[in-house]
Every structure is written in structure tokens, then in C-alpha cells.
């Protein structure tokens, strides 16, 4: 048994995702935190389930980043164990988009695993309501398991920085295949293409160098692709552009998103997932794939005086504090009604 007295929490995740990092480092504020990476390679399996078991003494609850094969792993155990499991679902995890060939569902044994993990779990974790939705379609899940926390933004560190230039135009995605349609890429060329007068920037990370490459061919002048961006540099992206475009087709809770609106940008985005949940009525709504009307809300957002309103909507209802105190409750409840051993 280890020295520290406080409830253990055995972390396991599969990358390390700016979110992931988040709930680890507020999770480690209130509790014994073993994080784990489940890397996906061979004998992953046979040594996590080795170290569930070695370490079984260390830790109370096993806390799972998305619904992948680490998650039913942790499910499977927990059933000898006696040790209550949380998964967290991120939104690739809870969808199959036939069209783009996109989630974690498309394949029929990793759907077969995430129903047994998310039904299996004590508790599932969706970052919005309509991530709820798809695991019940998807998956066929009643939804008692379920609660909705969503995740939270920090405006100090997202704010505006100087003077905002109207005429700038922010989206932020990596480059590849699935994204350009997943996450509006080509609509967002194409709108820009229709808007010589402003300056478009799209940020992340060439995952795919060939469609990069087919982008930037597609890309009028006014538009720069600037490939992956550390997080000061992202941050005064934010802070400078003064209108954020989210033209995605599926989403869970975008982070970009909360992030550009604590900025003060202006969101143009598309009424699909948890998008909504984030603009409000701070934005303007246009249809997935359409260039001509994200070019004329566009315009229209960059005259909008929506950013201080943007900014108050995630400052007061996505804090970061609202999903620390949320995710320390869930762990709480789980010590306090004796699910721990």
C-alpha cells in the first residue's frame, strides 16, 4: 500500500492529447494519480493487464481516456479486480460517418469492444449531450451510465491580444484525407477563395504531406497554410484573428472553438455535435460543405460585435474549474460509496 493515504487513480490514455493532459494535471490536484499510456502495439494487451494486476494495491478506480480497446481491457479486469472503471469518450470513439469512412465504429471489432467498454464502465464521461446521442444510436446504450461533463477553458491564457484584425480569418485542423471533409478543410479553401480581401490562416499539423500539398495547390493567395503551431504561437493566433471558422461535418466539443471565443473571435461554424453547445447564439450558423454561405457569414462576422459576448459565454460556462470540480465529485462518489478496494 502506497504512503499517500488519498483515493489512488489509475490514468490510462493512448495519447497524449492537450484534453488528456488537462484532466491528468487537475486530477493530480485532489488524488494518487498512475498514469499509463497504452501504446498500440504487440503485447500491448497482455502487459497492461499485467500491471492492473501488479499495481492493483496502488490505486482505486480506473480512470480511461476514449472507448478503445484499453478501455474493455480495464472493463474485462475490473470485474475480479472489484475496481470501479470511468471511461471518457471523445467523440471518435462514439461514431462510424460512412461517407469519410471516419470513427472508431467503422470497424466491426473495435464497435463490438467500445459497446462492451462503454456498457461495461461504471460511469461514462461524454463531453456533450450529442456524444450521448451516437453512443445510444451507435451502440445501442441505454444511457444510465452516462453524464455529460464538458471540458473546460482557461481565459486567462486564451484572451485577445492587441488590436484585432476584422479581416482575419482562423481555423485550426490537421491536414490529412478525413479532415478536409470531416472538419470543412476544402470548404474552408474554397470560401477563402471568395474573399480576396481577407486573410485566411489554417493551422495544424501536416499529418498527410501529399493532401497538404494538394491544399496549398488549391489554395488561393490570400490563404496560408502554416503547419503545426506550439501553444504560445496558437495563442496569438487566437488572440489576432477576428473570426474563427469551424465548417466541420462531426465534432465532439471542438476545443478550438472555446479557445477562439475566449480570444474574442467571432465563430462562423456549422449546427453539428457539440458545436452549438459552445457558440450559442455568439455566432453564425451555416450548412456543412457549403463555401458560399461560410463566405457570406463570414462578412458578415467580421463587422459582428459578438467577441466580448463570446468571450463571457465560455469565461462563465465551460471554466476550468466547473470540469475539476465535476471529474473530483465522479471519483468521490465512487471512494464514498465503498466501489473502492
Not at 3 to 23: C, H, I, K, M
Not at 49 to 61: C, Q, T
Not at 188 to 213: I, N
Amino acid at each position: 500500500m502506497a504512503d499517500d493515504q488519498r483515493v489512488g487513480v489509475l490514468f490510462v490514455y493512448p495519447n497524449e492529447s492537450s484534453f488528456v493532459a488537462t484532466d491528468l494535471r487537475l486530477l493530480s490536484k485532489h488524488f494518487r494519480v498512475l498514469p499509463f499510456r497504452y501504446r498500440i502495439e504487440k503485447g500491448a494487451g497482455r502487459r497492461f493487464l499485467h500491471h492492473l494486476v501488479a499495481r492493483r494495491r496502488e490505486y482505486d478506480i480506473i480512470f480511461c481516456w476514449f472507448g478503445d480497446i484499453h478501455a474493455t481491457l480495464a472493463v474485462r479486469a475490473s470485474r475480479f479486480l472489484g475496481k470501479p472503471v470511468v471511461v471518457v469518450a471523445g467523440g471518435y470513439d462514439t461514431t462510424y460517418i460512412p461517407s469519410i469512412r471516419y470513427g472508431l465504429l467503422a470497424d466491426k471489432g473495435k464497435r463490438t469492444r467500445a459497446r462492451e467498454a462503454f456498457s461495461g464502465a461504471h460511469r461514462v464521461i461524454v463531453v456533450d449531450k450529442s456524444l450521448e446521442r451516437e453512443l445510444k444510436s451507435q451502440l445501442g446504450l441505454d444511457g444510465s451510465n452516462i453524464q455529460v461533463v464538458h471540458t473546460g477553458y482557461d481565459p486567462e491564457v486564451f484572451k485577445p491580444s492587441g488590436e484585432k484584425d476584422s479581416k482575419s480569418v482562423l481555423t485550426v485542423g490537421a491536414v490529412n484525407e478525413q479532415n478536409l471533409k470531416r472538419k470543412g478543410l476544402e470548404t474552408f479553401v474554397r470560401a477563402a477563395a471568395q474573399l480576396p480581401e481577407f486573410r485566411f490562416r489554417l493551422v495544424g499539423p501536416w499529418q498527410d504531406p501529399r493532401t497538404a500539398e494538394r491544399l496549398k495547390a488549391a489554395a488561393p493567395v490570400n490563404l496560408t497554410l502554416t503547419g503545426e503551431l506550439d501553444e504560445s504561437q496558437l495563442v496569438s493566433e487566437f488572440g489576432r484573428a477576428g473570426v474563427y471558422a469551424q465548417l466541420s461535418m462531426f465534432e465532439g466539443l471542438p476545443n478550438a472553438v472555446a479557445e477562439a471565443m475566449l480570444a474574442e473571435c467571432v465563430p462562423v461554424a456549422t449546427p453539428v455535435c457539440g458545436i452549438p453547445t459552445l457558440v450559442g447564439d455568439c455566432g453564425f450558423y451555416v450548412p456543412v460543405g457549403d463555401p458560399t454561405a461560410s463566405a457570406m457569414a463570414i462578412r458578415a462576422a467580421a463587422i459582428a460585435e459578438f467577441g466580448p459576448r463570446a468571450r463571457l459565454r465560455i469565461a462563465n460556462g465551460f471554466s476550468m474549474q466547473r470540469r475539476e470540480q465535476a471529474l473530483t465529485s465522479l471519483i468521490q462518489e465512487f471512494a464514498g460509496n465503498g466501489e473502492t478496494s
